[in-house]
């Protein structure tokens, strides 16, 4: 079985997390995939934003929940220097192995298939990308916490110890269940104004994207009076506020 072979029956693999990610345009170019996620999560949007926000040129970056390498990749295709990958889920982690022999990338990714715990990382990363990862924290890792709100906080604020830059995004809910909401309304304030407070000792916030709908398109615009109202139409995911933090001033290594 060839490398194009492989990579489909991985794909095609039925998981918790799969389906969630878009393959990276380079690689669907070699191995024509005709699968897509049932749900768009805007993938290129969110990297539009996040490259707006800094320069990834010589970079070393961290991504927890690399899933199928689409930021991965993004991030090498704009001159970072080196990604360390985590992903927990065996077929997504050798999924994004095999596309980043294909494309000539593997030399500077260093790749965990391992789930990251936040705990004993004497690494140190430019930038952390840490996009919906958190909400799972007591399911996918950092087993059986009994209070899932204060676990992310810590988990956010511990980056800072090797780290100078961190993009994050997370869900409402905890494990997804919308019955296990972490913000009591459910709203884009409440979510901001939470994290906002609680880490502004360790990380300093320096833009907040929020996704709006413009002319039939989605794209992120800074945060504003307007675009801070939940909009139930978009849907969950489109709700989630997209960070982008620097450390403390008080803090810089």
Not at 33 to 39: G, H, T
Not at 151 to 173: M, W, Y
Not at 212 to 219: A, P
């Amino acid at each position: 079985m060839d490398a194009k072979e492989i990579l489909n029956d991985l794909y095609a693999k039925i998981s918790k997390h799969s389906g969630y990610q878009i393959i990276h345009e380079d690689i669907q170019k070699i191995i024509n995939l005709p699968y897509k996620p049932k749900i768009n999560r805007y993938e290129k949007e969110r990297y539009e934003f996040i490259t707006s926000c800094t320069n990834i040129s010589n970079k070393s970056v961290l991504e927890i929940g690399g899933n199928l390498g689409y930021f991965t990749i993004s991030l090498l295709r704009s001159s970072a220097n080196k990604i360390y990958y985590y992903e927990g889920n065996k077929d997504l982690h050798d999924f994004l192995i095999i596309s980043a022999k294909l494309l000539n990338l593997i030399d500077k990714i260093e790749p965990f298939n391992e789930y990251y715990t936040f705990q004993h990382d004497h690494f140190y990363y430019d930038i952390v990308l840490l996009l919906n990862v958190l909400h799972h924290t007591g399911s996918d890792y950092n087993m059986n916490t009994s209070d899932p709100l204060k676990q992310i906080i810590g988990e956010i604020n511990s980056l800072s110890i090797n780290s100078n830059e961190l993009i994050l995004q997370l869900g409402f809910n905890w494990m997804g269940d919308i019955n296990k909401p972490l913000f009591k309304n459910g709203t884009k304030k409440e979510m901001i104004d939470r994290i906002l407070k609680d880490t502004k000792d360790k990380w300093s916030v320096v833009k907040i994207g929020i996704p709006v709908l413009n002319n039939d398109k989605i794209e992120y615009e800074e945060l504003n009076d307007k675009n801070i109202q939940r909009n139930d139409r978009l849907g969950e995911f489109l709700n989630r506020p997209l960070f982008y933090f620097r450390l403390n001033s008080s803090l810089n290594k």
